[in-house]
């Protein structure tokens, strides 16, 4: 099954949406709590002092999860560097899509980006699937300048949706990728993006501003441009 | 034997003990995972960061001044000790890739109380480094300053303790307070000062073999090619070689350790013996031994400025300011998890160990780095402390290469190194009697103070953890 990690800056009081749980309600999930040090610490130290009101936290999120009609497990990682973390578990969890919290209600709206090198295909199975048979509508976003055959792209995208029962609107833009995505997001409640897209990639592994500022128009799923094989998954 | 640790100190404070799995990327606990995150050119900044900054700008005065250009041989024979020690200290690290370093493996090769002296004494060693460090900075300051045209009344000295102590509270502070990533400051200051030196010594090397003449001021060549003159310079310089085993402090974030360990360890002492000695012969060559003597530590300025006339002394002066500082905050850094090390094992109250939420710091330890280091920084004292700084230091790395032998005496189960010292017990018995050997060609009085400190952490053991055992325990 489709599996996609959260990552949570746990001790932060970082938490997930409610909004999110429920989308997040037909895949797996496994919430990746971290705490980033300085350099000057040892994680290890870190560990030591805050493991388990680290723990604590990560379990009162699985009961929501529960609670909310999904189910997550969840791994906790003391680390000087957030990025390489993120990677490393989503590779071992075979993480199909990252997704960051946001301030959301209810889930009716999907806003999914095309824009830029992703592989389409991969982010049109994954959107099939968290949608399942729920009332959710997406608008397909491709934005940049155009290229040859880039109007057949979402085309061809849109139809098969609708061939998985799902209600879709097309955009296009040639403005550029992130301003175009930013002034489509006010009529949706989550984004769903590629990882290969560069200018979008900031909102996931960018620094603390531009992760906020991510945070700030409502959780974003980043598909990953590839996965490991089943037998590097754990 | 148990190989759990056992026993608890005065305060019935037990060590922290976990079963861990360790991988290339991380290291797996019960509960949570602590990420890798250095990788084998972090490793060799620590190890080369730390060296680079004592041995170069300073000691060329100090050294030139007793022996002349026999010093060059007195940097080549710290630097093939620091090489004996690198090798065990490699084969250690990779068995077991922890936060403490020569400690963790001296406590576990050897007992507890070896253990506590040496976890204790690298906390002080590296106080006397770091305060030594400090001590050149001050010199190296109160030299720029006189390059921009502000000239110091009657106390120069005052001055120099002045900088030292104030630049001492500020590392202090900043790394309390400071959580940008200093890491990557650290690397680009290693490159910055490598590559300023090396383009020193191209320049000093065409001098001193004939090409180029800069005009280097005449003096009576004194050079004293003697093993015991050359010995005890060794003894004095071996400070310039602290650097390597605080790779070792940071095994346990190290990014596959089995591979990043020994090349960052051993790298980063080749190079730095290299640049050590090729220095020496340049500023040897340029300044004879009188000319050394009277410049004293910041004779590396005056050598800058014979070959390249003023902008050759500010070049020296940038980089003998930002090599000092450096080493200091590689220090530093190298001494709170050297206390975290023994708190852990609860050879220390466990507070000391403690970090704060606000800025994830671990504010005790890195006070109780720096608290020592501004007294000693002001006693100005340069030799002296560079000294006990090797002594202690020394003491450490005979006891590792002892500890290595020991462990494979003992075969125990989770002895596993992924790097093996090649030639069974010659090279770490060797390693063990040059580290104390070395020793013997000290100042007595820095001999002295070195003996008290190693006897006041011993009665510490005896007085707050005589129960407690972590031989063999991993």
């Known amino acids: 099954m489709t599996r996609v990690l959260v990552p949570v800056e746990v001790l932060a009081g970082k938490t997930v949406s ?49 609670t909310a009609g999904g189910a997550a497990d969840h791994r906790l990682v003391f680390t000087h560097d957030r990025e390489q973390t993120v990677d490393r578990i989503a590779d071992e969890v075979g993480a199909r899509a990252l997704a960051i919290s946001g301030v959301t209600g209810d889930i009716d709206s999907l806003l999914v980006s095309l824009s830029g090198d992703v592989a389409v295909d991969r982010i049109l199975d994954f959107v099939i699937e968290v949608i399942g048979d729920r009332e959710i509508g997406v608008t397909l976003l491709l934005a940049g300048q155009p290229e040859a055959g880039s109007d057949g792209r979402l085309d061809t995208a849109a139809s098969q949706l609708r061939e998985a029962g799902i209600d879709v609107e097309t955009s296009v833009s040639t403005g550029s990728p992130f301003e175009s995505l930013m002034d489509s997001v006010p009529n949706h409640d989550a984004i769903v993006m590629g990882e290969s897209a560069p200018s979008l990639r900031s909102l996931v592994f960018g620094d603390e501003s531009e992760r906020v500022a991510a945070a700030s128009v409502g959780p974003v799923l980043v598909v990953r441009s590839d996965e490991p094989s089943d037998d590097e998954a754990v | 034997m148990s190989s759990e640790p056992t026993g608890t100190n005065i305060e019935g404070t037990a060590p922290d003990a976990e079963h861990v799995v360790e991988t290339d990327e991380a290291t797996i606990t019960d509960d949570a995972e602590l990420e890798r995150t250095i990788g084998l050119s972090g490793g060799l900044a620590i190890g080369i960061g730390t060296m680079i900054g004592a041995g170069i700008f300073v000691f060329p005065g100090l050294a030139g001044a007793e022996v002349g250009a026999a010093a060059a041989a007195s940097f080549g024979v710290g630097g093939v000790i620091a090489l004996l020690v690198a090798l065990p200290t490699s084969e250690l690290a990779t068995a077991m890739p922890k936060s403490g370093g020569g400690y963790y493996f001296i406590s576990r090769g050897l007992g507890t109380l070896a253990g506590t002296v040496i976890g204790l004494s690298l906390w002080l060693g590296l106080v006397f480094a770091t305060a030594f460090y400090l001590v050149g900075l001050g010199f190296y300051a109160l030299d720029g300053l006189a390059l921009v045209g502000i000239t110091v009344g009657s106390s120069p000295e005052t001055i120099v303790s002045g900088i030292a102590v104030v630049a001492g509270i500020g590392f202090t502070v900043l790394n309390v307070t400071g959580t940008e990533n200093a890491a990557k400051l650290q690397n680009g200051i290693v490159a910055l000062l490598l590559s300023m030196l090396l383009a020193f010594l191209a320049f000093g090397m065409a001098d001193a073999l004939g090409f180029v003449d800069a005009g280097t001021p005449p003096g009576e060549a004194r050079d004293v090619w003697a093993i015991g003159p050359i010995m005890s310079v060794a003894a004095l310089v071996f400070t310039s070689y602290l650097g390597f085993a605080q790779v070792a402090t940071v095994a346990g974030e190290m990014k596959s350790p089995g591979r990043n360990l020994p090349l960052a360890m051993i790298g980063s ?107 000693l920084a002001a006693t100005r004292q340069v030799q002296l402390l560079a000294e006990v700084a090797s002594f202690l230091h020394l003491i450490m790395y005979g006891l590792m290469c002892v500890a290595l032998v020991a462990i494979r005496r003992d075969e125990p189960d989770w002895y596993d190194p992924d790097f093996t010292v090649p030639g069974g017990p010659v090279i770490p018995v060797i390693g063990a009697v040059a580290s104390f050997g070395l020793i013997a060609f000290m100042d007595p009085f820095s001999i002295v103070v070195g003996i008290g400190v190693i006897g006041a952490t011993a009665g510490w053991y005896f007085y707050y953890a005589r129960d407690i055992r972590l031989k063999g325990a991993l």
């Not at chain 2, 006339?309 to 530093?332: C, E």
């Open chain 1, 18 to 66: 409610p909004g999110l749980m429920q989308l997040l309600g037909t895949v797996d999930v496994t919430v990746l709590g971290y705490h980033v040090l300085p350099e000057q610490t040892p994680p290890d130290q870190a560990r030591l002092q805050y493991e388990e009101r680290a723990t604590a936290a990560l379990e009162d999120l699985g009961q929501e999860f529960r």
């Open chain 2, 269 to 375: 002492v080749v190079i730095v013996t290299a640049m050590y000695v090729l220095t020496i012969f340049v500023a040897t060559s340029v300044f004879t031994q009188d000319a050394l003597a009277a410049a004293g530590e910041t004779a590396m300025v005056e050598i800058g400025r014979a070959l390249l006339g003023t902008p050759g002394a500010l070049v020296i002066i940038v980089g003998g300011l930002l090599a000092t500082m450096s080493s200091a905050n590689a220090s530093i850094l190298s001494t709170s998890r050297a206390i975290y090390g023994v708190s852990k094992d609860a050879l220390l109250p466990r507070w000391a160990s403690r970090i704060n939420l606000k800025y994830g710091t671990p504010h005790v330890a890195l006070g109780m780095a720096g608290g020592p280091v501004i007294v």
